[in-house]
């Protein structure tokens, strides 16, 4: 079966089917991706494809990126990190990705020969911070989460957006409280659903995320019964990008992405479970 794409409730995605037959409904992953390189679903999919995993693997458009990049371009967007870096850019990437996505799931298993199982879900640098809040969220039955490079507190990614922005980034109450509900280290207290969680860091990542991730993933220990299911991977020479700039068609995987891949195929195959 071939890769689909097209729209899911108005939602880009990338389809991979399974490689090898399955009888019945298959498992289903929902993917999203980074802001850095890769940049949109199709070549979120080219850099983890994760042909290993016995399910079908859809990769999410995020909003304002490939098919949906604003009419004006990439300076649309850059005038929203310049307005406010964290309350008209970063954050309403999250809500809106959060907010669209049960319509586009309900559309996918329409297509797709999937079952009504819990899904997995995947996200990378800010796609994580959607991945987290559908987890948290707790309104979509979640069965395993991997997280590559996640933005688990997103106000840390604040600093990185004032190079963008071209000034420095000036608090308020307003976003305090916004980077606040998007902590997802203070928020581990929220958290009813207790799925198996692989959190992936690259070692050379943002010093500040790669804390973060330790942090979150000391929270969700202590909330889980068996400290186990939260695994952390720190993967060799791997930065924060998972592809080469610009990061917006599929390419071959770098040999960091090709790593991060190969522990996600191995995590995945062993959680996921068939769609019945």
Not at 37 to 63: E, I, K
Not at 184 to 206: C, K, M, N, Q, W
């Amino acid at each position: 079966m071939e890769t689909i794409s097209g729209l899911a409730a108005g939602v880009p995605f990338t389809a991979l089917p399974p490689t090898q037959p399955i009888d019945g409904p298959a498992p289903l992953i929902i993917t999203w991706h980074m802001l850095d390189a890769p940049r949109t679903d199709a070549a979120f999919a080219a850099a983890l494809p994760m042909a290993g995993v016995p399910a079908w693997r859809v990769h999410l458009g995020m909003p304002m990126c490939g098919a949906r990049m604003p009419a004006a371009g990439v300076e649309a967007v850059l005038a929203l990190a310049r307005d406010d870096a964290l309350t008209a850019f970063l954050a309403p990437f999250v809500a809106q990705a959060v907010a669209e996505f049960p319509d586009a799931l309900g559309a996918l298993r329409d297509r797709l020969p999937v079952g009504d199982a819990p899904i997995g879900v995947l996200g990378a640098s800010l796609g994580g911070a959607v991945a987290l809040e559908v987890l948290y969220a707790a309104r979509t039955p979640v069965q395993a989460v991997a997280l590559v490079n996640p933005a688990v507190r997103v106000g840390s990614a604040v600093p990185l957006v004032e190079a963008m922005a071209g000034h420095p980034y000036q608090w308020t109450a307003r976003s305090r409280e916004v980077a606040a509900g998007l902590d997802f280290v203070s928020r581990a207290t929220e958290l009813t659903a207790r799925p198996p969680v692989l959190l992936i860091s690259g070692e050379i990542d943002h010093p500040e995320f790669r804390t973060d991730a330790a942090d979150l993933v000391a929270a969700l220990r202590a909330r889980y019964p068996d400290p186990g299911a939260v695994e952390h991977v720190s993967v060799p020479d791997l930065a924060h990008p998972l592809a080469d700039e610009p990061g917006l068609e599929p390419a071959p995987p770098r040999p960091t992405a090709v790593a991060v891949d190969a522990i996600l195929t191995r995590w995945f195959a062993e959680r996921i479970t068939t769609g019945r």
